[in-house]
């Protein structure tokens, strides 16, 4: 039962992370990561960002985030394996960005590495791909 309940546990904080974007509540969404949280993103294999820290992943996304008016994630997938108090899963989504009159689709996947701590998961780290992108003006 507990390994259920750590597997619920797990999408409830994944599918929160991405809620939290999607309301550009950037503060609550660093929150869901440890303190030294590492966050590293690829584009088609080209490493973009690397990030440590609550403080400067708030900065980033922030910024990132600036420029869109809307945003949504799309999770579906999720593979987790539980070991104890650590945790690694695989997330795929699909993020809708609308912002300037152009609407840009990306397929991720994320790879992920949880802790459990204080009574909660949160991810120690998290790496993006983005597999593929489009972009189409309305």
Same mark, same amino acid.
């Given at each position: 039962?507990?390994?259920? &309940?750590?597997?619920?546990?797990?999408? /409830?904080? #994944?599918?929160? %992370?991405?809620?939290? !974007?999607? $309301?550009?509540?950037?503060? *609550?969404?660093?929150?869901?990561?440890?303190?030294? &949280?590492?966050?590293?993103?690829?584009? /088609?294999? #080209?490493?973009? %960002?690397?990030?440590? !820290?609550? $403080?400067?992943?708030?900065? *980033?996304?922030?910024?990132?985030?600036?420029?869109?008016?809307?945003?949504?994630?799309?999770?579906?997938?999720?593979?987790?394996?539980?070991?104890?108090?650590?945790?690694?899963?695989?997330?795929?989504?699909?993020?809708?960005?609308?912002?300037?009159?152009?609407?840009?689709?990306?397929?991720?996947?994320?790879?992920?590495?949880?802790?459990?701590?204080?009574?909660?998961?949160?991810?120690?780290?998290?790496?993006?791909?983005?597999?593929?992108?489009?972009?189409?003006?309305?």
């Amino acid at each position: 039962m507990k390994e259920l &309940a750590d597997k619920l546990a797990l999408r /409830e904080l #994944v599918d929160t %992370l991405s809620i939290l !974007g999607d $309301k550009k509540d950037v503060h *609550a969404q660093v929150q869901l990561f440890t303190d030294d &949280a590492i966050s590293e993103t690829f584009i /088609e294999g #080209v490493p973009i %960002l690397k990030l440590k !820290g609550r $403080k400067e992943m708030e900065a *980033a996304f922030i910024n990132f985030l600036k420029d869109f008016d809307t945003i949504y994630h799309f999770n579906g997938q999720q593979k987790v394996i539980i070991d104890g108090d650590t945790a690694t899963g695989t997330c795929y989504c699909q993020i809708t960005l609308i912002g300037a009159k152009v609407k840009t689709t990306i397929g991720a996947i994320y790879y992920d590495n949880y802790i459990f701590g204080n009574n909660q998961w949160l991810i120690a780290k998290r790496i993006g791909i983005f597999e593929w992108q489009g972009k189409q003006a309305f």
